[in-house]
């Protein structure tokens, strides 16, 4: 089963500063990788996706083939920007959804 | 409308009560999700229909059976719940198209308290 890995459950900064939360992945197929975002108290939603290499409120994330990576980075994270990201590997086709455990995201004022 | 909407937003059940979960989506998708979310843990899987059939059951105890009606509405009915039964249940649907890159669009879910 494809499967993805979060190493770190909190990361914590101030605002400001640059964040990157990791994510990897560890599975051969199709490395369409999302990340999704989990506000408190609002809905789960889509951040970014690589098919899409878009930003979306100033977060990227480039895939890393090589690495079998694919971190989130932001270069000045604000306080809006708390909140639980989960790093999920494709879902469709014959891919059964799934999630990283998720890394929880502080940024301080 | 390109929301999934589930309602109740809460709902406290007894042991021995039935009750009902519903999620709704007119999006045209055709693939439609129950997730159970603890705190502060990832949703996991329970279900997918894929063109109102069950495509994927992870292994989830009988007192939860699914329903899909018809290609906007899914229902999660309860039977039976133990209290560790206790968490957010969420709805998502995706396009279904096949596709390994199908976006999934989550409902804001139901908390639901088992006494």
């Known amino acids: 089963a494809q499967r993805v890995t979060q190493p770190e459950k909190l990361l914590s900064v101030f605002k400001g500063a640059p964040v990157e939360l990791k994510c990897n992945y560890s599975y051969s197929g199709s490395p369409e990788l999302f990340w999704y975002v989990q506000y408190s108290r609002q809905r789960l939603q889509l951040l970014l996706r690589h098919i899409s290499r878009e930003s979306i409120k100033g977060f990227t994330a480039d895939l890393n083939k090589g690495e079998t990576s694919f971190h989130l980075k932001k270069p000045f994270a604000q306080e809006e920007d708390s909140a639980m990201y989960y790093c999920a590997p494709p879902s469709g086709g014959s891919y059964i959804p799934t999630f990283g455990r998720g890394t929880s995201l502080i940024v301080h004022p | 409308d390109t929301e999934v909407t589930q309602t109740p937003k809460h709902l406290v059940m007894g042991m021995t009560n039935k009750k009902s979960l519903k999620c709704e989506q007119h999006?045209?998708?055709?693939?439609m999700y129950w997730y159970k979310q603890k705190a502060k843990k990832p949703p996991e899987l329970m279900f997918v229909?894929?063109?109102?059939?069950?495509?994927i059951n992870e292994s989830v105890p009988s007192r939860f059976s699914p329903e899909c009606p018809n290609s906007s509405l899914l229902n999660l009915h309860l039977h039976a719940l133990q209290p560790e039964d206790s968490a957010l249940y969420l709805c998502a649907s995706s396009q279904g198209s096949g596709r390994a890159v199908d976006t999934q669009y989550f409902g804001p879910g139901t908390r639901l308290t088992v006494l």
């Open positions: 229909y894929s063109y109102e059939k069950l495509s």
């Open positions: 999006m045209g998708h055709r693939a």
